[in-house]
């Protein structure tokens, strides 16, 4: 079947099994036909995860301008998934370093919760020791840092960066205002960060 024939009758936001009961066909032909619309411009993608995966096809090419943002690159390497907001960097490509200074220094709860992922992505600590400084954020990074080694299985840092970051000389504060933990007093009191986050909130890094 033609790709612009399959656009015109499934042209508005579908998900698999609506995709299945128009064209009456299996699941496995379904998620065959989104797969070729995808490769040819025809499908934008949203939800996944816990949420409900849709599919927006649209007889104009969805062409992308710019390279991945934020929340696209959280999405990508996260098993907490945030809902789709458009967030395209244009002129440059954000490294996961930026993209997790961005997300902690955002104060959204989902977030920063969602960027722990990151951690076992990262392959320039000393660049994202200096972002974190021009940010004043430093203690903030390395007391998330090991609340994610708690849950998640992730690269050791370099111990000459830890240890700048462990010394800096930030005051004291919240990752969030008015959150603190139950659970990583430990961590609180190592780096003098409230942290936002209790072991109930990072159950889905355990699935």
Sequence with gaps: MQSIILVKKLEGLQTIESVQKKLKIARSTAIKYIHFLRKKGFVETTGG???????????????????????????????????????????????????????????????????????????????????????????????LYDTAKRVIKIRNMDKRIYKRLLQSKEKEGDIIKGLNSKDYKDIENKWKIRIPFNKSDLWRYKE
């Design 49 to 143: 995860g816990k949420q409900p995966r849709f599919f927006r096809i649209s007889a104009l090419r969805l062409k992308e301008l710019g390279s991945a943002g934020m929340y696209d690159i959280i999405n990508k390497c996260s098993p907490i998934k945030l809902r789709a907001i458009k967030s395209r960097i244009i002129g440059k490509k954000l490294t996961i370093e930026e993209t997790l200074v961005r997300a902690i220094d955002s104060k959204e709860f989902r977030t920063i919760l969602a960027s722990l992922a990151l951690f076992n992505h990262i392959k320039n600590w000393s660049l994202l020791y200096k972002l974190a400084k021009e940010k004043g954020i430093r203690k903030k990074v390395g007391a």
